[in-house]
């Protein structure tokens, strides 16, 4: 009997140990979870922030540039080698007769007037007639492609007889200008104010030198038939230094 005991309290024992053993070992055992959370907390590396990278790629580049002063003046797109000046005058007239082919005593004149200021000084030369010669100036002609109506300051029975010098205003238009508007310059037309030998006898003009020059201007032809013309015309005048090879006049001393 007490052998029995003896092997049962033997026995109890063990099963006691064995029990406290495998207490022991789970408390023991780390918590898989926790373990994985602190690998992910720890890093292998040290990595650089990241906002720091974006704040570090969106600052722009450093460029050096020339700060040009919004008060710096405007380069001039003019020409230098072209001399510029203002008007020294301008001018308005009209014209309606005839285009004459030859110039003597039985040419006949048309009707208008020119008015235009030269140097502050104002000018009207008006249409003239002369005794038994009628109605003379403006007188128009054709000569060389071109019509050219010329107006004189004066003109009377005895500068008919021979050789006189007149001031002179004129226009040249050419001679196939279509009625319409336009710039003398575009048409290839000029006007001119200057001083003139006239033989009317003889059919001579000779412009002898000009005092303003001008292709700076606006026409307006009614009609042009090639033996009547019927146009208006204006614009300024400048000095005639700078009309260049425009007229195939000199310039007066």
Request: aromatic letters at 10%; glycine letters at 8%.
């Amino acid at each position: 009997m007490k052998k029995v005991i003896f092997i049962f309290l033997l026995s109890f024992i063990f099963f006691i140990s064995c029990s406290n053993s495998s207490d022991l070992k789970i408390e023991e055992e780390p918590d898989e979870q926790e373990s994985e959370q602190n690998d992910q907390e720890t890093p292998d590396t040290e990595k650089p922030d990241e906002n720091t990278q974006e704040e570090e790629q969106d600052e722009p580049a450093v460029v050096d540039e020339e700060i040009v002063p919004d008060n710096e003046p405007e380069q001039s797109e003019e020409d230098p080698n072209v001399p510029q000046a203002d008007p020294i005058g301008n001018f308005n007239l009209n014209f309606s007769g005839q285009i004459n082919t030859t110039i003597s005593t039985s040419s006949r004149g048309g009707n208008g007037i020119v008015s235009f200021n030269y140097n502050g000084n104002p000018y009207t030369f008006n249409e003239i007639s002369v005794p038994m010669i009628g109605g003379i100036f403006p007188l128009a002609m054709s000569n060389s492609g071109n019509i050219i109506i010329l107006w004189l300051d004066s003109f009377g029975v005895s500068d008919a007889l021979a050789a006189v010098e007149k001031q002179v205003f004129g226009i040249s238009l050419p001679q196939n200008v279509e009625a319409g508007s336009g710039t003398m310059k575009s048409l290839g037309s000029y006007a001119f104010y200057g001083d003139i030998s006239v033989n009317i006898q003889g059919g001579q003009f000779n412009v002898k030198c000009v005092r303003a020059v001008s292709d700076s201007g606006e026409y307006d032809i009614t009609s042009n038939d090639g033996a009547n013309i019927t146009f208006t015309a204006n614009g300024d005048l400048f000095d005639p230094a700078l009309a260049g090879s425009m007229i195939p006049y000199p310039a007066c001393e």
